[in-house]
């Protein structure tokens, strides 16, 4: 019998974290996105 366990979390973040949250999933997306650009392209 297998048992699997789960934990969720939420944080409250300050200003200054929310706004450093906010430019690494920007920087994120804008990689992510142009390495899919690069590899539709060549």
Avoid: E, H, W
């Amino acid at each position: 019998m297998v048992i699997k366990k789960a934990y969720k979390f939420r944080i409250y973040p300050n200003k200054v974290q929310q706004n450093i949250i906010n430019q690494t999933f920007g920087c994120s997306r804008f990689l992510f996105n142009r390495a899919l650009f690069d590899v539709k392209t060549t």
